[in-house]
């Protein structure tokens, strides 16, 4: 028999319209990162706002080790929230907001003032800041402050409601290895809550991901960036191209069709087809950093012919748009600095990838 | 000025900077015009010679044990009545602020209805209230009539003022900030200590000083619901006002209600104006 999970989100129907939760689930075992992806923020905020007791579903259960949370107030639940806007109480001292839910538990001063001075020292704070309000704070040192203040308050959950809001954005996924760090060290159950994949993709042992309210796909990072369940997955996983073939589902392979694929098609193992495709138009998913752009012969599964439109350095690599006759969106390639041959706008190119490196997507 | 300075006024230029200016100097004549007119009076001295100026009304007005105890009787009135508006005031515009919509909304609409409906009427209705239960002999007869009956009118006038400004500046307070409060295991009423009541501090204080600057020259609670033991600055007024040469005292006493009206409200400005500077 399994263990039970700490955290049951059963069937749980809430919100209206955009921020609509449609008969959702989702178990979490006790100590994992779990990590809910939706592309809309009001999704993520009405699940926040159910788990933590703020809202009520419509239908559903939510229970923490077996135990129904019912009608238990906010502050009976044991869940501790950090917010996009973190919501450090600006009139207080960082020392102050830490020890808030150390005094609302009755705790004695001289151990509030211990605990304080340790979970601001293991969250990476250093004392001379605990006597500064907000406002006087660095976007990091609030963060860390109000995390600080979430594990004061020894929840049971640990929710994380797209906390890397609050940083700029180049320091967004620097911060994502102390996070990581911060759940090792108090293992804590916690329930990231993103509209960024690849934030979650970084630092979540499994990843719920939802769209129009339901969960769309559930795995981890791997699954959901080498076989998204849908196109709008694989988008929120990260840059892709997606290709429109026409697919005829064989035995063990499919066969692809397409006027924009060179030789007018080719073919795709089985297993590297979503599991639920029939034949008909199908998508071919395909990430910029395996396409490469090569001139004269080289050996690729698959190929297309397009033009150079744009150039742009990415970091150690260099992303290129190519326009492909009869696809609007066009194809976008990420090839390591330096390329291994000029590129410039309008210089006609190939592209060519792998068989292995693609997946075929159902359009919808 | 040019626009690209570090200004972050907006400038205003062209007809509406005209009206404005327009709207600014009208309403300082009608509130100079008055003003200077009853100071005017203050000064004129009660004798034959018209036209003397002189400070006699208001070496008597100061002088006079009676003006000075009704001025202290409407004082410790409207100071009374702006700390009981203040701390009733607070638990409704809690509820507004931070209750849910329908809740909140059906509280608010209730709060405008009593602000817009004439004090007057509602003070008549306390009468009748007092003297029904007068008839039942429930309440004591020392709250019936007097001081006691003119504070709790008084309030009753004066609380939707309070609640309003209250709700306004509560519901200005970031949700998420309550909601972590509320996480953290606070109750109500730690919430309105440590959360609402520091971080609204300036809307507490304005609440209780238009509350105060209002009451003060209040005359319909002392009119219907006093007995005269306890004469209020208001009733000694309407006295000067009725006698041929009360005239002179009776414009001192209205220049010093005003002051004693204003006061607190420019103590709480210069009080802001400090603490921003620092």
């Known amino acids: ?364 | 000025m040019t626009a690209s300075g570090d200004n972050t006024a907006l400038p205003l230029r062209g007809p509406l900077a005209g009206l404005a200016w327009t709207s600014l100097l009208l309403q300082v004549a009608i509130f100079a015009a008055p003003l200077a007119l009853v100071l005017w009076l203050s000064l004129l001295a009660a004798t034959e010679a018209p036209g003397d100026l002189s400070l006699t009304a208001w070496t008597s007005l100061l002088a006079s044990p009676q003006a000075r105890a009704a001025l202290f009787s409407s004082i410790l009135l409207a100071a009374l009545t702006a700390l009981g508006a203040t701390l009733l005031a607070t638990p409704l515009a809690f509820l507004i602020a931070v209750r849910g919509r329908v809740l909140g909304r059906v509280a608010l609409g209730f709060v405008i209805v009593m602000w817009f409906f004439d004090p007057g009427l509602r003070i008549l209705g306390w009468m009748q209230a007092f003297k029904d239960l007068a008839m039942l002999e429930i309440l004591p007869a020392s709250i019936l009539g007097g001081f006691v009956a003119e504070l709790i009118a008084s309030v009753h006038a004066w609380l939707p003022l309070g609640i309003l400004v209250l709700a306004l500046a509560f519901g200005q307070v970031d949700t998420e900030l309550l909601r972590t409060a509320r996480e953290c295991g606070a109750t109500s009423i730690t919430l309105l200590r440590r959360i609402l009541w520091p971080l609204c501090h300036r809307a507490v204080a304005l609440s209780a000083v238009l509350v105060f600057s209002g009451a003060i020259g209040s005359f319909l609670e002392p009119r219907l619901l006093g007995t005269g033991e306890f004469e209020q600055a208001s009733e000694w007024l309407q006295r000067a006002l009725e006698s041929e040469t009360g005239w002179p005292y009776a414009a001192a006493m209205l220049i010093l209600m005003l002051v004693l009206a204003a006061l607190p409200l420019v103590a709480l400005t210069l009080l802001h104006q400090r603490k921003a500077r620092r």
């Open chain 1, 1 to 364: 028999m399994s263990a039970p999970s700490h955290l049951d989100l059963r069937d749980l129907t809430a919100g209206e319209a955009a921020a609509a939760l449609d008969g959702y689930s989702a178990q979490l075992a006790r100590g994992s990162f779990f990590a809910l992806v939706a592309s809309a923020p009001e999704v993520l905020g009405t699940a926040v706002n159910l788990i933590a007791g703020f809202a009520r579903p419509r239908h559903g259960r939510i229970l923490i080790d077996g135990k129904d949370l019912g009608l238990r107030t906010p502050g009976e639940r044991g869940v501790m929230t950090v917010r996009a806007h973190l919501a450090l109480f600006p009139h207080l001292t960082l020392r102050a907001n830490i020890a808030f839910p150390l005094e609302q538990r009755g705790h004695d001063r001289s151990e509030i003032a211990a605990r304080v001075d340790r979970l601001a020292e293991e969250c990476g704070l250093a004392t001379e800041l605990l006597g500064r309000l907000p406002a006087n704070l660095t976007a990091e040192q609030k963060l860390r402050g109000a995390l600080a203040r979430a594990i004061a308050g020894e929840p049971e959950i640990l929710v994380l409601e797209r906390p890397l809001q609050a940083l700029p954005p180049a320091a967004r996924h620097a911060f994502l290895p102390e996070l990581k760090r911060l759940h090792r060290q108090f293992n804590l159950t916690t329930l990231f809550a993103t509209d960024d994949l690849s934030e979650a993709m970084a630092v979540a042992d499994t990843i719920s991901v939802i769209a129009d309210g339901r969960e769309v796909q559930l795995g981890k990072a791997e699954e959901l960036f080498g076989r998204p369940a849908s196109a709008a997955v694989a988008r929120l996983a990260g840059p892709c191209n997606l290709l429109p073939v026409e697919a005829d589902m064989q035995e063990s392979k499919a066969l692809l069709r397409s006027p924009l694929l060179q030789s007018g098609g080719g073919e795709l193992g089985r297993e590297r087809c979503h599991p639920q495709l029939t034949s008909g138009p199908a998508l071919l998913l395909i990430r910029p950093e395996v396409v490469r752009p090569f001139l004269g012969i080289r050996r690729f599964d698959l190929l297309t012919d397009g033009t150079i439109a744009d150039v742009m350095p990415h970091g150690t690599n260099t992303r290129i748009h190519v326009t492909v006759e009869g696809f609007a969106p066009g194809i976008i390639a990420e090839i390591p600095s330096p390329a291994p041959f000029p590129l410039e706008s309008g210089r006609r190119v190939t592209l060519g990838w792998n068989r292995a490196d693609s997946y075929l997507l159902p359009v919808s």
